[in-house]
């Protein structure tokens, strides 16, 4: 299996708005992105953000009046996520700027997960968690890693006894 087509990272994510201000202001002032240059060969209006090691590209929409936007924040829909250092900063700032959100926590192995969810201007949903605290486990083999490289080296040693102990079983 490996990495078949030698990917490094994720680059980007490609979102239509509405309102390019409006998204710009958002992803800026709430999320801390930063607008980088963007090619001047395009020939429609959009953006280019970066922040966390990613880019957002913002694309203004041709027919926004026939976007739709979701009003509903549901976890199990389409969503990027992030880590954060502190939940409590990330929930204090929503409630403060008027943002409604949606708590929610997942549990595994004693390990738990703060998770909460809200949307951009045009209804995409974002997800800033504490996730680093839950291990990546691949299924076949492999010790068990972060989802950050911050956390790996703690993660493995606490993983290796695990791992070890598997092997003495198999």
């Known amino acids: 299996m490996g990495n078949p087509l030698h990917l490094k990272s994720l680059n980007h994510i490609s979102l239509l708005c509405k309102s390019l201000e409006e998204s710009i202001d958002f992803y800026e002032d709430v999320l801390g992105f930063v607008p980088i240059r963007r090619p001047g060969s395009f020939n429609f209006d959009g953006a280019w953000l970066f922040g966390y090691g990613i880019g957002i590209h913002l694309l203004q929409s041709e027919n926004p009046e026939k976007m739709l936007k979701k009003g509903e924040i ?51 949903m974002i997800e800033i968690c504490d ?16 989802c950050s490289y911050l956390n790996l080296e703690r993660m493995q040693q606490q993983m290796q006894p695990m791992v070890q102990q598997q092997e003495r079983a198999i």
């Open 131 to 146: 996730c680093d605290n839950l291990p990546v486990i691949p299924l076949a083999g492999e010790i068990a890693q972060s």
């Open 74 to 124: 549901n976890p199990k829909d389409n969503h990027i996520s992030f880590q954060c250092e502190s939940m409590a900063a990330v929930e204090k700032k929503l409630k403060d700027m008027g943002i409604q959100h949606v708590r929610a926590l997942v549990e595994e192995g004693g390990i738990q997960v703060e998770q909460l969810f809200f949307h951009d201007p045009d209804g995409f």
